[in-house]
């Protein structure tokens, strides 16, 4: 019954800027670890962030984007979103949140503990 759906996609320049936005029905964001991952074609999906459920609210960014993205929440409008700036082209991907029930998802972005999924947002860095 828990929905993500993602927003904010496009096309974008090198050293650019997108904000991602993924709205959540049917869990409360505070109260989940939702995590935001990507898929290159030809590539397997990874782990790009994640925050945690409160009061800890741990953030954690894969090396490849760590100083250019920032995860946060808004629980009024219960929206996790992704700030990307600084762009890259190899940052070129679907752009997936995901959540699970899993307490496990605290310390994991390994996508095959997220049980629910966004369909997805095409970024595409590129001049």
Not at 84 to 89: I, T
Not at 98 to 107: C, G, R, W, Y
């Amino acid at each position: 019954q828990v929905q993500l759906v993602e927003s904010g996609g496009g096309l974008v320049q090198p050293g650019g800027s997108l904000r991602l936005s993924c709205v959540v029905s049917g869990a409360t964001v505070e109260y989940y670890t939702i995590g935001w991952f990507r898929q290159a074609p030809g590539k397997e999906r990874e782990g790009v962030s994640r925050i945690s459920t409160t009061p800890d609210s741990a953030i954690w960014y894969a090396d490849s984007v760590k100083g250019r993205f920032t995860i946060s929440r808004d629980h009024i409008e219960n929206t996790v979103f992704l700030q990307m700036n600084s762009l890259k082209p190899e940052d070129t991907a679907v752009y997936y949140c995901a959540t699970d029930m899993n307490l496990k998802l605290q310390v994991s972005s390994d996508p095959k503990d997220y049980g629910y999924w966004g369909q997805g947002t095409q970024i595409t860095v590129s001049s």
